[in-house]
């Protein structure tokens, strides 16, 4: 048997990426080096897009990875591991991905509003994968923490009344559970 099914790691995640309804990538992020050039990574894109494009399905095998994705209007969504990976982390991987997205995004999980997010979605990714390791797989956990990142960027001069209300909940609920 193997030695790589063995061995259990917490790098288990290869890449996540999203593609556009004609396979163009929108984001990609690739944690090793399966795919070592940018070249390699847009070919490797360019044929799982073939492939996933006239399935429906929602796991396939490609290239020696496990690849789970979804669909939604004109946009896919991957999530990527290796071949010795178990489809079901992957799965609930990608289902905290798209439902924090869907989430952010108010349930438009289109490209125009994916793009005039972008930056939210991207935080979304580094709170779900950090390196290949799975850091989250609750949706609703990604959306607050990617909220408070966003919040806790604007000076409190430029803050509405509510949103200087809602932290000051959110102070005062902390303070008193401590």
């Known amino acids: 048997m193997d030695d790589?099914?063995?061995e259990a790691s917490l790098y288990t995640i290869k890449a996540v990426a999203i593609l556009d309804n004609d396979g163009e990538r929108i984001i990609s992020r690739y944690y090793d080096d399966t795919f070592a050039t940018v070249k390699e990574q847009r070919?490797?894109?360019?044929?799982?897009?073939?492939?996933?494009s006239r399935q429906n399905a929602e796991i396939i095998m490609l290239d020696g990875?496990?690849?789970v994705y979804r669909s939604n209007v004109d946009l896919y969504f991957y999530v990527m591991g290796s071949q010795y990976e178990n489809e079901l982390i992957l799965v609930s991987v990608l289902n905290a991905f798209f439902d924090a997205?869907?989430?952010m995004l108010r349930k438009n999980v289109e490209k125009r509003?994916?793009?005039?997010?972008l930056d939210v979605v991207l935080l979304a990714i580094d709170e779900l994968v950090d390196g290949g390791v799975i850091l989250e797989a609750d949706s609703n956990n990604i959306v607050q923490?990617?909220?408070v990142k966003t919040d806790a960027d604007v000076p409190l001069t430029e803050q509405t009344v509510a949103q200087v209300l809602q932290s000051a909940k959110e102070q005062l609920k902390?303070?008193?559970l401590k």
């Open 4 to 6: 790589r099914i063995l």
């Open 145 to 147: 923490r990617v909220a």
């Open 101 to 103: 997205v869907s989430t």
């Open 174 to 176: 902390w303070s008193l």
């Open 65 to 67: 990875l496990t690849v």
């Open 113 to 117: 509003f994916l793009m005039d997010h």
């Open 43 to 52: 070919e490797f894109e360019k044929n799982l897009f073939q492939k996933t």
